[in-house]
């Protein structure tokens, strides 16, 4: 059965497969040249196998999601802001589109703001996590939302933080040329208090976390097979370190991983 009652089994499983569609090339598979675009650092994969007493394949498939996971946070902003699009009085403008707003709220019903009263439409600027933003970015963004405020006095703005650091919808303040700045109606609010809000239902987001990891499943499992990477990269270091035959695997290993970053450095050019 489907639990959610503020998006239709469809249009979630729509964003789902449109948000794994976004992660592109990073679904492309490893191979040792891929692997090695940057550089690694060998050393550093010495460490870690070491410390983390882990295996040669852990280590490498490790790295290898490091490097994937490097742009997969715009990945999941697009699965945190696009959503809204499938819910009731929400529209997602295109880029650069009516303010450059994430996500706009209208409700004619009005939405009653703690401590502030009543308004109709809210304005919406979405971060990943609370700790994205640097001073200057935080300025900035609450002079767009006080331009807002002054240019409609029957709205109010929110920055809604995914990963926020508490369950929170409060008054935000922050700096502006040094000086302490915040207003009722711009807000700082976290996700599920964002979600409460819209929807009427108060653990809408938990909600939407449990259905989450079935739908990616199905998801993933109904998209084409070459969207599942099959990774190489253990398989040809062990070749490299058989040409390597230093008598111990391990050690062949690890004259392989040296050479991915040290092959020109004196001493390992002559290997």
Request: net charge neutral; hydrophobic share 35%; charged share 25%.
């Amino acid at each position: 059965m489907w639990n959610l009652n503020f998006i239709s089994e469809n249009d979630f499983k729509k964003h789902v497969v449109e948000t794994i569609k976004k992660y592109g090339e990073k679904l492309e598979s490893f191979n040792l040249k891929r692997f090695n675009k940057n550089i690694v650092d060998p050393i550093k994969l010495i460490f870690d196998k070491s410390v983390y007493q882990m295996s040669w394949a852990e280590i490498i498939n490790n790295e290898i999601f490091r490097q994937r996971d490097k742009s997969n946070n715009n990945d999941i902003g697009y699965f945190h802001q696009r959503i809204f699009q499938y819910i009731k009085n929400c529209r997602v403008p295109q880029n650069g589109e009516e303010g450059g707003w994430d996500v706009i709220y209208e409700n004619p019903n009005g939405i009653e703001i703690p401590n502030a009263g009543v308004v109709h439409t809210i304005y919406v600027e979405m971060k990943n996590k609370h700790n994205t933003m640097n001073s200057a970015s935080a300025g900035k963004t609450f002079i767009k939302m006080q331009s807002q405020i002054l240019d409609n006095d029957d709205c109010a703005c929110f920055l809604v933080e995914a990963i926020a650091q508490h369950s929170q919808n409060i008054k935000w303040e922050t700096s502006v040329d040094k000086k302490k700045v915040g207003h009722k109606l711009i807000r700082r609010v976290s996700l599920d208090q964002f979600y409460a809000m819209i929807t009427g239902q108060k653990d809408a987001f938990y909600q939407l976390c449990m259905i989450l990891p079935s739908v990616i499943n199905s998801a993933v499992q109904e998209l084409d097979n070459s969207l599942v990477p099959h990774d190489t990269v253990i398989e040809e270091l062990r070749v490299l370190s058989e040409k390597k035959n230093f008598g111990n695997p391990d050690l062949s290993i690890a004259m392989a991983i040296y050479m991915l970053g040290f092959s020109d450095y004196e001493g390992f050019k002559n290997l």
